[in-house]
């Protein structure tokens, strides 16, 4: 993808593919060409992600009184970035460079809601020419992240809770409670009724729940229902039990956590009462989007993938083919005078010239940022 925004330098960008997991490295090719552009004062090469939510925003009528209305927002925190190298003559090389950026072990997954809010988590590369007082000219490209099987595991750690005294209920013979969209859980729906009462409908269900944190706002969604029984009539004393086997859907969003958002499934089994409120009881699922044998790279024995060509590729000035990428690519340092002693590192700061520990964030989006000792990661805190 090409940008030109006014400048007569133009930034182009290749990557190997456009499918990852966290951890992964990411290999990109970045194409400088053009005539020099005296606004220039730089360029890098960064992994963005975007995290959309809604908020209350509240503002005042020519009266006075206090209006609140709902909106919808974007975050962009740039998790990791090298800068582009510079020319004797100028602050950026023309021609190609190549780069290898690592995804943070913790990156949030891509998520897409299927109805209604549409992109919620998207990843992006991007190849940035830093104009002074000017549009930054760049080249932008969307990846996939793809989440672990045990990423989010410990969420789904807690037992069953059944939220009625009266009739206790439980989830029992889970096949699973870590899946893909579109496989299935089966179980069984225990009742145990300590009083008798009657219900219209014994159903189980899959349950979403995003909550946008900013405002903590809340949002449910329900994917699947299959209904168990109708017209149930719970006596005192009396045990029931409710086999069943319920799918989630393909396409369906899977568990995550990002700077402005997070969400949780649930499996409720539910007793539907006419004019009173329902029995239920839940227990946490999690849904992931990754291979079903891949394990985080916290997890001894992860492999990175082998670098090849698994998404289409621009073609560079004048027709040539970009060459392959390497098999593994060491990151490049980033060449800058390091912080003064004692002090923070900077954005540009050299690998192993701090030791790894929690600083200032040098790109204000949080109150701090770890250093892992050679490179910040997405681990922030306010």
Do not use: C
Request: glycine letters at 8%; hydrophobic letters at 35%; charged letters at 20%.
């Amino acid at each position: 993808m090409m940008v030109f925004g006014g400048s007569s330098m133009v930034v182009q960008a290749a990557v190997e593919r456009t499918a990852y997991h966290p951890g992964e490295p990411v290999n990109i090719k970045v194409h400088v060409s053009g005539t020099p552009d005296e606004r220039v004062q730089g360029a890098r090469v960064e992994l963005a992600v975007k995290n959309r939510y809604r908020e209350k925003e509240r503002d005042y009528d020519s009266d006075g009184h206090d209006r609140t209305r709902t909106v919808t927002r974007e975050q962009t925190d740039v998790v990791v970035w090298q800068p582009l190298p510079g020319a004797p003559d100028g602050p950026v090389a023309f021609g190609e460079h190549t780069f290898t950026l690592q995804l943070p072990p913790d990156a949030p997954p891509t998520v897409i809601e299927p109805s209604g809010f549409g992109d919620v988590v998207t990843w992006e590369v991007r190849a940035i020419l830093d104009r002074r007082m000017a549009m930054d000219p760049d080249a932008t490209i969307k990846f996939h992240v793809a989440s672990f099987p045990n990423q989010y595991a410990h969420w789904a750690g807690s037992p069953p809770i059944a939220k009625s005294h009266e009739v206790p209920m439980g989830l029992d013979q889970l096949s699973t409670r870590i899946m893909r969209p579109g496989e299935q859980v089966t179980g069984v729906l225990t009742v145990n009724p300590q009083e008798s009462a009657k219900g219209r409908t014994v159903r189980v269900q899959f349950e979403r729940r995003r909550t946008d944190t900013p405002d903590n706002m809340k949002f449910t969604e329900t994917a699947t229902q299959i209904e168990l029984a109708r017209d149930v009539k719970l006596e005192a004393g009396q045990p029931l039990q409710f086999p069943f086997q319920i799918p989630l859907p393909e396409g369906m969003p899977p568990t995550y956590a990002a700077s402005r958002s997070h969400m949780h499934w649930f499996l409720e089994g539910i007793i539907d009462r006419k004019m009173r409120s329902d029995f239920v009881v839940e227990a946490e699922m999690v849904v992931y989007t990754g291979a079903p044998d891949a394990v985080g790279p916290q997890q001894a024995g992860y492999a990175v993938q082998p670098a090849g060509y698994g998404a289409p590729q621009m073609p560079l000035p004048g027709g040539v083919a970009p060459e392959p990428f390497p098999q593994q690519q060491a990151p490049q340092p980033i060449a800058s005078p390091p912080a003064p002693p004692g002090g923070a590192p900077t954005a540009e700061a050299t690998p192993g010239s701090f030791p790894p520990d929690w600083y200032p964030d040098p790109w204000l989006h949080a109150r701090i940022r770890y250093w892992d000792g050679n490179a910040w990661t997405g681990h922030t805190s306010n």
